[in-house]
């Protein structure tokens, strides 16, 4: 009896999942086959995840060598080739603000093998270019942050100034106005200049370049009064008494630059705070952007890279995937109050 009963249930189960023979059979074989379907479609897609990366990984940087997004590419890339076992190779794609770097990485393909390391310049694009070649937010995917950092605003030391109280004083003297740099119309350090006009209700002469290392040596060879920096491209020249620091655009920096004044103090409010993070091209896969995420938490745990970035004059901050997204969706809008207080509005 317990035999004959194992063989009923046998050719049940049997008849179940391949002959029909029970009531559900034909459906039971529907799912079955749409479930084959999807396992089908999924395996190349986890192939792919599960071996990447398994050739060279490209992170553009659009911005010139020598600034704090390309030192912090080169910085992050270390590591995470050590994590992932391939190399992380740099490629500076300078132009535009950004635009140019940036338009070249949303165009390329989904595959997790060309990422862009970007600034908050990134969330105040749409703010100051019109017919911007990107969506920020629509064209990326997140992978994580890197960190965050106030700018400096330095100045020439024949220039006399040492407070920004100072610059005020010495720019409604002038009977012409004061020239700064920038390393592009657009960028945070442009923004922040424009906050700092505005403020004082004295406008200042933009001169534009390619670049944060490009505006500092402008500034060293006298072409421009003063610029809101990066710590990065700024910090030899104001330890060497080339270049004065005039004050922070924001907390960060203290043990940096010990004694070195917050710009709120003389504006109450004023902040501009730059963050980094890593994209991926909208379209790349869940599993490798999640890959790559994974890889720059394991990255923010090891000690020598942390001590890295903070030498560079960045506080670590990790966001990671779709935090980072919203992240950006937060600084869209922040960064567009801003620019319309200002009064900058995009240009073609």
């Known amino acids: ?122 969330a105040i694009l749409p703010s100051t270019t019109a017919n911007l070649p990107f969506d920020p937010q629509k064209d990326f995917m997140g992978i994580g942050t890197i960190g965050v950092a106030p700018y400096v605003l330095v100045a020439r030391p024949e220039l006399g100034v040492k407070t920004v109280d100072d610059l005020r004083a010495i720019a409604r003297k002038r009977d012409k106005p004061m020239f700064y740099g920038t390393p592009g119309s657009g960028t945070a350090n442009h923004l922040a200049v424009q906050m700092l006009a505005d403020s004082f209700g004295i406008p200042f002469e933009q001169v ?35 270049l004065v620091a005039v004050g922070l655009t924001g907390k960060g920096a203290e ?47 090891n000690k020598e890279y942390m001590n890295a970035i903070a030498n560079l004059g960045v506080e670590p901050l990790l966001i990671v995937g779709r935090d980072f997204d919203e992240f950006i969706g937060v600084e869209l809008k922040k960064w567009a109050v801003s620019a319309e207080r200002a009064g900058i509005k995009p240009k073609q």
């Open 1 to 122: 009896m317990l035999m004959e009963l194992h063989q009923r249930k046998l050719k049940f189960d049997l008849g179940y999942f391949y002959n029909g023979y029970c009531f559900y059979g034909d459906s039971m074989k529907t799912i079955l086959a749409f479930a084959s379907a999807v396992i089908m479609a999924c395996v190349p897609l986890l192939g792919k995840a599960s071996s990447f990366p398994d050739r060279p990984v490209k992170i553009v940087v659009p911005f010139a060598p020598g600034g704090p997004t390309d030192l912090l590419a080169r910085a992050l890339g270390k590591y995470l080739q050590a994590d992932l076992g391939q190399p992380f190779l740099v490629e500076n794609r300078a132009g535009a603000g950004g635009i140019v770097g940036s338009t070249y990485v949303a165009k390329a393909k989904p595959d997790g093998y060309t990422l862009l390391l970007v600034a908050n310049g990134h």
């Open 208 to 242: 534009s370049f390619n670049g944060a290392a490009p505006a500092t040596q402008a500034l060293l060879g006298g072409q421009v009064d003063f610029i809101v920096n990066n710590l990065t491209s700024s910090m030899s020249f104001i330890k060497s008494g080339q």
């Open 255 to 301: 043990k940096i630059l010990p004694g070195v004044p917050l710009i709120s103090a003389s504006i109450p409010g004023y902040e501009a705070l730059a963050w980094y993070g890593i994209l991926a091209p909208a379209g790349t896969p869940a599993a490798i952007v999640k890959r790559l995420g994974d890889a720059m938490t394991q990255v923010s745990k």
